[in-house]
T-cell receptor
Framework: GAVVSQHPSRVICKSGTSVKIECRSL??????MFWYRQFPKQSLMLMAT?????????EQGVEKDKFLINHASLTLSTLTVTSAHPEDSSFYIC?????????????FGEGSWLTVV | AQSVTQLGSHVSVSEGALVLLRCNYS??????LFWYVQYPNQGLQLLLK??????LVKGINGFEAEFKKSETSFHLTKPSAHMSDAAEYFC??????????FGAGTRLAVHP
C-alpha cells in the first residue's frame, strides 16, 4: 500500500538553530501534503497545506516565517523550523493525499519528534 | 467549516468486550470521515474511511463504523476487544480528500 516516510524520526537541536524535517511519498505522487503538530497527549493540529510548486497555505496562528514549508517535487515536502526554541518541541506529522488509483485517501508519515534544548 | 467531537477521552473495556468509540461531526459540505489509530510514539494508521456509498464501513483489525447522517455520527465499533487494540483513536473529517480536522482523540485501554 501507499507509504509516506518522514525523516528524521527524532532530532535534538540547540535553541536558536534551524532543523529540517522531510516528508516523502514513496510510491505515489502527491500534489498536496499536509503538516500537523501534536503536543503530548493531545490531538493533531493542522499547521499548513503544502502544494507542489506553489506556496504553502498556513492555518491561522501559524508563523509562516518560522515554519518554512517547501514542496519542491511531487514526492517531497520539507518543514524547516527556523530559530527553534524549546516551545517548538513537539511531534510533527505529515500526510499526503494519494490520487485515484493509488488508494485515493490520505496517508500519514511516522512522525518526527523534535526536541529543542 | 468542519469540526469533530469525540465523546470520552478515555474508554476502558475488558478483553473480549465490545468496543464503542463515539464520534460526532459537523460539516457544511458532504463529509469524508476517517478513523485513525495511533500507538505510542508512532504516526497514524488508517483504520477505515467513509466517502460515499455504503454507510457501514469495515476496516482493518475487525473495526467498523457506521455513518449516520441524521445523527451526524460516525461511531467506531469492534465486537471483541483485544489487548493489542489499546491505543489512541482519532476521528477526523474533511471536505473531500483535503485537510483533515481531528477530534481530540480517545484513549482505549483494554484490561484482562
Amino acid at each position: 500500500g501507499a507509504v509516506v516516510s518522514q525523516h528524521p524520526s527524532r532530532v535534538i537541536c540547540k535553541s536558536g538553530t534551524s532543523v529540517k524535517i522531510e516528508c516523502r511519498s514513496l510510491d505515489f505522487q502527491a500534489t498536496t501534503m499536509f503538516w500537523y503538530r501534536q503536543f503530548p497527549k493531545q490531538s493533531l493540529m493542522l499547521m499548513a497545506t503544502s502544494n507542489e510548486g506553489s506556496k504553502a497555505t498556513y492555518e491561522q496562528g501559524v508563523e509562516k516565517d518560522k515554519f518554512l514549508i517547501n514542496h519542491a517535487s511531487l514526492t517531497l515536502s520539507t518543514l524547516t523550523v527556523t530559530s527553534a526554541h524549546p516551545e517548538d518541541s513537539s511531534f510533527y506529522i505529515c500526510s499526503a493525499r494519494a490520487p485515484t488509483g493509488s488508494g485515493n485517501t490520505i496517508y500519514f508519515g511516522e512522525g518526527s519528534w523534535l526536541t529543542v534544548v | 467549516a468542519q469540526s469533530v467531537t469525540q465523546l470520552g477521552s478515555h474508554v476502558s473495556v475488558s478483553e473480549g468486550a465490545l468496543v464503542l468509540l463515539r464520534c460526532n461531526y459537523s460539516s457544511s459540505v458532504p463529509p469524508y470521515l476517517f478513523w485513525y489509530v495511533q500507538y505510542p510514539n508512532q504516526g497514524l494508521q488508517l483504520l477505515l474511511k467513509y466517502t460515499t456509498g455504503a454507510t457501514l464501513v469495515k476496516g482493518i483489525n475487525g473495526f467498523e463504523a457506521e455513518f449516520k447522517k441524521s445523527e451526524t455520527s460516525f461511531h467506531l465499533t469492534k465486537p471483541s476487544a483485544h489487548m493489542s487494540d489499546a491505543a489512541e483513536y482519532f476521528c477526523a473529517v474533511s471536505g473531500g480528500y483535503n485537510k483533515l480536522i481531528f477530534g481530540a482523540g480517545t484513549r482505549l485501554a483494554v484490561h484482562p
